[in-house]
């Protein structure tokens, strides 16, 4: 679903400072650019005219006889059609849960005891 294409940095691993534009169906391509990594996780921001407003961050961690994947992203709309879809509608909050699990599941993972999902609000701004 989300293809990842490098338009900054070496080839090879994966590097702090690369950039990349993640494709996917729809109006959702969104540069971003790797701000941490290392033996078990990495960080992605994002950057000007991606659909939100954030960083994501994926890790993986051995837990007993399985491994631990989790996915923490701290975002805002970025934009007044993102807020109407984010939290209006709650079209691509839905949209992003089916694509993190595709990715999990087409890797290989199975969720054990399911898939949490909890959301935070923060007052931004004006915002109460």
């Given at each position: 679903?989300?293809?990842f294409?490098?338009t900054?940095g070496?080839d090879?691993?994966?590097?702090y400072?690369?950039?990349f534009v993640?494709?996917?169906?729809?109006p959702w391509?969104?540069?971003?650019?790797v701000?941490?990594r290392?033996a078990?996780?990495?960080r992605?921001?994002?950057l000007?005219g991606?659909?939100?407003a954030?960083?994501i961050?994926?890790?993986a961690?051995p837990?007993?006889?399985?491994?631990?994947?989790?996915i923490?992203?701290?975002?805002r709309?970025?934009?007044?059609?993102?807020d109407v879809?984010?939290n209006?509608?709650?079209?691509?909050?839905?949209?992003?849960?089916n694509?993190w699990t595709?990715?999990c599941i087409?890797?290989g993972g199975?969720?054990?005891?399911?898939i949490t999902?909890?959301?935070?609000w923060?007052?931004?701004?004006n915002?109460?």
């Amino acid at each position: 679903m989300a293809v990842f294409r490098k338009t900054r940095g070496p080839d090879g691993p994966l590097r702090y400072g690369d950039e990349f534009v993640v494709r996917m169906p729809g109006p959702w391509d969104g540069p971003v650019r790797v701000v941490h990594r290392d033996a078990t996780s990495f960080r992605l921001a994002t950057l000007q005219g991606h659909l939100e407003a954030g960083q994501i961050e994926f890790r993986a961690e051995p837990d007993g006889d399985t491994l631990r994947f989790e996915i923490e992203s701290w975002a805002r709309a970025g934009d007044r059609l993102a807020d109407v879809m984010y939290n209006k509608l709650r079209l691509a909050k839905e949209i992003q849960l089916n694509m993190w699990t595709h990715f999990c599941i087409r890797t290989g993972g199975r969720p054990r005891g399911g898939i949490t999902i909890r959301t935070r609000w923060v007052a931004w701004g004006n915002d109460k």
